[in-house]
């Protein structure tokens, strides 16, 4: 009887024990999953923007150029413990995915027509100055979006911005946030869009826009005010070879029969940079490009009935080129946003195709240090800043 009363006492001392070790691992079971989630961000945006009227055809496509936009964002906030060291060079900034609407329909038509566009698209914030209220930096947006309503030469001919019914999206802008409670953001966004299909397909006047939004974001993490980190980089030099292939279609062509088949081009690129920050390098590039002998006979082909009072029987036309340029490289870790400012020292292509003597190059890029700095790139070369020339795909190696 005596040890009966012994068992039921340590059990009534034992209850509450167990009863606080199960609480203390449910509160760590709740803290393991709010830590795996206070990083994320979830935002909403509403706005309006304004279509530029930088063709020909606004004038008798559209009267009004005012159109609502709507946003919806994912984000991860990067701070010093969950990125890599490499995120401390700019501010640890959020990245993520999101999705967009602009109602273009909503425009007044003259004689035409336009849909409503969906964009997808990846995103990188940053800020350039923060504090534990406000903050004020950048918002950089690339995607692909989607048009239900193209270019038809019968039922939708003045609709010349965009030819396919997938188009890449850019989109840089500013941004101004606010953050009245611990968890929440108030953000005041200006954007440039500009829409192109890289001239895989015509016609490709593009649409470009200025748009400005009102968005509320929760973060589940408190903000995080980690100060900017100056790591430890040997300077040194990096040098580039790589070969490219791209792909156009010719707008002459297109002018005579309304229609036109994709061609290629080729080229090589040797360039020399100063990495003189783990983010940053520039340099110079030597770039030779090539068209198909077959694209070159049928511009000189096309010229010839297109201006038969100018004279084509003197006018070279050769498929090779070759220029020089200013490039430089933005790393996030072994991703580059690449960009060139170039001339061209040498380009006959007859009378009017390609004019201009600049071209610029707007790309990504991905070293593989695993593979010997083989690296794969993808870009948009463009003449005059305003004219896509040909989408690039290159493959090179780093030395």
């Known amino acids: ?115 409503d566009i969906t964009t997808l698209f990846g995103f990188f914030e940053g800020d350039f100055v923060r504090t534990r209220a406000f903050s004020f930096g950048y918002d950089l947006n690339l995607g692909l979006a989607y048009t239900p309503t193209v270019y038809d030469f019968v039922n939708n001919p003045n609709l010349i911005c ?25 953000g005041l966004t200006g954007r440039f869009h500009h829409m192109s299909t890289g001239r895989l397909s015509i016609p490709n006047r593009g649409l470009n826009s200025l748009e400005v939004g009102l968005d509320v974001r929760y973060a589940a993490g408190a903000p995080s005010l ?62 030779f490009f090539m068209d198909q002998p077959a694209f070159t006979r049928r511009i000189k082909e096309v010229e010839a009935r297109l201006y038969p009072d100018e004279n084509t029987a003197d006018a070279v036309y050769s498929p090779f080129s070759c220029g020089i340029s200013a490039q430089q490289h933005i790393y996030y870790g072994n991703l580059a946003f690449w960009m060139q400012v170039g001339v061209y020292v040498y380009k006959q292509k007859g009378l009017h195709e390609e004019e201009g003597v600049t071209y610029q190059r707007l790309g990504l890029k991905y070293v593989f240090p695993k593979l010997g700095r083989v690296f794969l790139a993808a870009d948009c070369r463009i003449r005059g800043i305003t004219h896509a020339e040909c989408m690039e795909f290159i493959i090179g190696k780093q030395f």
């Open 1 to 115: 009887m005596k040890r009966k009363h012994i068992v039921i006492s340590l059990a009534f001392l034992l209850c509450p024990v167990g009863g606080w070790a199960q609480a203390q691992t449910q509160a760590q079971t709740q803290a393991q999953t709010q830590a795996k989630f206070r990083d994320w961000t979830v935002s909403a945006m509403g706005g309006v923007g304004y279509a530029l009227q930088s063709n020909e055809g606004w004038e008798k496509l559209a009267s009004t150029f005012v159109f609502p936009t709507a946003e919806l964002r994912f984000g991860y906030h990067t701070t010093p413990e969950n990125a890599p060291d490499y995120a401390a060079d700019f501010g640890y900034p959020t990245l993520g995915i999101g999705v967009a609407w602009r109602g273009l329909s909503k425009l007044h038509f003259l004689e035409g027509y336009m849909g």
């Open 162 to 186: 965009y030819s396919s019914h997938l188009v890449l999206a850019l989109a840089p802008g500013i941004t101004l946030k606010w953050r009245p409670a611990r968890h929440w953001e108030l």
């Open 226 to 287: 980690a100060k900017r980190q100056k790591p430890e980089f040997l300077r040194h030099m990096e040098f580039d070879v790589a070969v490219g292939m791209g792909l156009h279609k010719c707008r002459q062509e297109w002018n005579m029969e309304l229609k036109a088949p994709t061609w290629a081009n080729f080229c090589l690129i040797t360039s020399a940079s100063y990495r003189y920050a783990r983010a940053f390098s520039s340099g110079i590039s030597l770039d």
